[in-house]
């Protein structure tokens, strides 16, 4: 009995899970008309459903483990994750830019803060900003990357 139907692209990838159904599921095989391959599952799964579709793709005659895809912008090629390091950047960009948001309240003219705090956000800041220029982590994740401490007034 098929349990589960995945559609894979041409890397591999599972793009789409669906459950089997009684009857009438789509042939195994190349589907000439999407370019997918369409692989019928016969066994529960051992894990999540969300988590196999993570975690496995389907080297064109088994399903094989790979780690999950170390940020928003990585592709998997049939063999690895890759991504563009520009987009990785933009990724990293947006998180700087929203720390930076985090702490704007800081350094307005009307903020509790003493001089010396505001001094200390300042500093952050301009960390904050420099860090797109330092080097990124090769893994692509973004828990590799060591971010400016913020300043104990920001706590």
Known sequence: MIKYIAYCNTNGEIVRMAFGKASNNPAEGLDSESGQTIVHITEELSI???????????????????????????TWNGTAWTWNADEFVDLVRNERNSKLLESDWAVLPDSPLSESDVTDVKTYRTALRNFTSTTMPASGRMSDLTWPTPPSCLG
Request: avoid cysteine; charged fraction near 30%; proline fraction near 4%.
């Open 48 to 74: 999540s459903r969300d988590e196999f579709v993570r975690t496995r793709y389907w080297n064109s005659t088994a399903w094989t483990t790979r780690s999950e895809s170390p940020n928003k912008v990585a």
